[in-house]
């Protein structure tokens, strides 16, 4: 769960309101509410201000500065004290592939891996998911920033082929990977649009594009 998604739900617990009471209070659905407080649904700045407001509460989008750790000094060691290096056997690596898997990092534009993620698999799930249906992108560009997506950022992708309205999703469109955000315009089309007024947003037949996954996480690094 993001740091909004919590900071959202805080606030609607501390004002004693129900989903389904703060959804009427801003005038969205009760899935969407129970969507973005459970990190499911990645809400633009705007409507958070709004959700936040109706509950009293404001949000400050600051990063906060990581403290700078002075250099400790090396600590002489005696041989009896080297650090020994011992590699893993194969048992080991079979033991470890049943707890933790590996995940490689691909650049949006490029699809180069550029990294690795390790992650633990508890409950046969890898952050709630089947580890099968999950992949990791970094992204390229500042396109989707009004989503606070930016370049370097790495975006957890749940893989789908389905269109729920309002979501982010990885699109590939005539070769191309693109972020963007999905409006359905009835049943055989749907707006592609990186902000809500979008003036260069492009309408596509759903038939025409590929749906890779939709953007369920950001990590971005200070």
Not at 14 to 31: P, R, V
Not at 114 to 129: F, Q, R, S, T
Request: contains cysteine.
């Amino acid at each position: 769960m993001n740091r909004l998604a919590v900071k959202i739900k805080e606030a609607r617990e501390k004002a004693g309101l129900t989903e389904k009471q703060l959804a009427k209070k801003c005038g969205l659905s009760i899935s969407y509410i129970i969507q973005v407080e459970s990190g499911k649904k990645i809400v633009n700045e705007t409507l958070a201000d709004k959700i936040l407001k109706s509950l009293g509460a404001k949000e400050a989008f600051i990063k906060e500065e990581k403290p700078v750790e002075k250099p400790k000094k090396p600590k002489a060691v005696s041989e009896a004290e080297e650090e020994i290096i011992v590699e893993p056997n194969q048992s080991w690596r079979s033991a470890l592939a049943g707890v933790i898997k590996k995940y490689p990092i691909y650049e949006l534009n490029t699809n180069k891996i550029v990294g690795y993620k390790e992650l633990p698999i508890i409950g046969k799930k890898v952050e709630g998911h089947k580890p099968d249906k999950l992949m990791y992108v970094k992204c390229s560009n500042d396109e989707m920033e009004h989503y606070r997506i930016k370049k370097d950022d790495v975006l957890t992708i749940l893989k789908t082929t389905d269109i729920q309205n309002y979501s982010i999703y990885i699109f590939e469109i005539k070769g191309k990977i693109v972020i963007r955000q999905a409006v359905k315009e009835g049943n055989s089309s749907v707006k592609l649009q990186k902000s809500p007024n979008d003036m260069d947003s492009i309408k596509v037949k759903i038939n025409d594009i590929k749906v890779m996954g939709t953007i369920i996480k950001n990590e971005f690094s200070i």
